[in-house]
């Protein structure tokens, strides 16, 4: 189980780390290269500038006049373009194309200068610009690449040693998680009987109802943490049993109709028949007791509880909702914490685990559990099981 949390936390902590370096050198590789592309268009405009003020022999470029009226053009080539006429033409008709007035076209960029008697085009030849920025932009992805290559085999030879302190720290809780259940289990099985006999001594009396209730409170608690840590520790290693989810629901509502029929409140279900699973039965049997105790604990007097079974694919998805009073929206995605309790558990028994379980429950059989309230007056529990 150790080395199974160890090899997950692993994973994680490689792959997070390695999306924030991805997305660190993307971030970089991409405003360098717009850097180096601004640069080379910024020069390469300044010469056009200067070539439609002043022409310059020392440049390597060529004109396309454009007669709108006549629908002719006129090529003047004074420096050598290492284009024909037919050459010229095709790219001026692919900057006239552009709605832009300056671009490239090829390794030539390109200005339009609209004149009374038509429109210029200047081609300015940068072939040896561009080749320049597609080489260091390359050197630049391979660079990266190989960072990024480096930084994942580092990773991963650091994460053991990074994660080792978490898994520890987390074997020692449920240790003492363990270890504490066992030390209470005595002490509080000799309260309640000698409270127990202490009652048939001396008659009902309030306060040692209120140590048995206390009593009582311990040991479910107890009992919880530890089918939490159970729960998690069988996480990926799960007992793979075939058994009906049909039948375990249908055996849980029958044991909550009584309580939810006292209350007056109604119960509304739909169980998709022959839903079958393999997966750990007692450990699902907990999370159907536990969603249907919330739901009927926090639904209020005559309020409404609707219990839905279904399949879809290999998805086994147990949904249940109820009214409830004074729901805190924000407080919702804290409902699956350790010992959470919100505005509404106020008065009502409990120690804020069994979502928590639930959770769990759901995550060992490669599942999850959501917590929403479709509205200001209702609470949904969606969980779904692989």
Same mark, same amino acid.
């Given at each position: 189980m150790k080395n199974d949390l160890k090899k997950k936390l692993r994973a994680r902590f490689v792959l997070l780390a390695l999306a924030a370096l991805l997305i660190l050198e993307s971030g970089i590789f991409a405003l360098s290269a717009l850097y180096s592309y601004r640069d080379m268009t910024?020069?390469?405009?300044?010469?056009?500038?200067?070539?439609?003020?002043?022409?310059?022999?020392?440049?390597?470029y060529f004109t396309v006049k454009v007669d709108p009226k006549n629908k002719t053009m006129k090529v003047s080539a004074p420096q050598s373009s290492g284009f024909d006429r037919d050459g010229c033409v095709r790219m001026a008709k692919l900057a006239l194309?552009?709605?832009?007035?300056?671009?490239?076209?090829?390794?030539?960029?390109?200005?339009?200068?609209?004149e009374p008697d038509g429109l210029k085009i200047i081609f300015l030849y940068r072939g040896l610009s561009m080749e320049s920025y597609r080489a260091s932009v390359r050197?630049?992805?391979?660079?990266?690449?190989?960072?990024?290559?480096?930084?994942?085999?580092?990773?991963?030879?650091?994460s053991g040693a990074i994660v080792s302190p978490i898994v520890k720290n987390r074997e020692k809780q449920k240790e003492f998680i363990t270890s504490a259940s066992h030390e209470l289990k005595t002490p509080l099985t000799v309260i309640s009987a000698d409270a127990q006999l202490l009652g048939e001594e001396i008659g009902k009396n309030e306060w040692l109802d209120d140590i048995k209730k206390q009593v009582a409170h311990l040991t479910k608690m107890t009992e919880n943490l530890v089918l939490l840590s159970r729960a998690e520790e069988l996480s990926g290693s799960l007992p793979k049993e075939a058994f009906s989810v049909s039948q375990?629901?249908?055996?849980?509502?029958?044991g909550q109709r009584a309580r939810i029929e006292a209350d007056s409140k109604t119960l509304e279900t739909?169980?998709?028949?022959?839903?079958?699973?393999?997966? #750990? =039965?007692?450990? /699902? &049997?907990?999370?159907?007791?536990?969603?249907?105790?919330?739901?009927v604990k926090y639904c209020p007097e005559k309020g409404e509880i609707s219990f839905k079974l279904s399949k879809k694919r290999r998805d086994v998805i147990i949904t249940v909702a109820n009214t409830a009073e004074n729901i805190d929206r924000a407080q919702?995605?804290?409902?699956?914490?350790?010992?959470?309790?919100?505005?509404?558990?106020?008065?009502k028994p409990g120690s804020g685990l069994g979502l928590s379980i639930?959770?769990?429950?759901?995550?060992?059989?490669?599942?999850?559990?959501?917590?929403?309230?479709? #509205? =200001?007056?209702? /609470? &949904?529990?969606?969980?779904?099981?692989?």
């Open positions: 910024k020069k390469a405009d300044m010469m056009l500038d200067s070539i439609a003020k002043t022409p310059d022999s020392n440049a390597r194309s552009a709605e832009s007035e300056r671009g490239y076209c090829e390794d030539f960029r390109y200005l339009k200068i609209k050197s630049l992805a391979v660079f990266s690449a190989a960072g990024f290559a480096v930084a994942a085999v580092v990773l991963t030879l650091l375990a629901c249908e055996e849980a509502l029958f739909d169980i998709e028949e022959n839903v079958f699973l393999e997966g #750990d =039965e007692k450990a /699902v &049997r907990q999370l159907i007791s536990v969603l249907l105790d919330n739901a919702i995605p804290s409902y699956k914490e350790r010992f959470f309790r919100g505005r509404t558990s106020d008065g639930a959770d769990a429950v759901a995550k060992q059989h490669n599942g999850a559990l959501t917590v929403t309230s479709p #509205d =200001e007056n209702t /609470v &949904r529990v969606e969980c779904i099981l692989r």
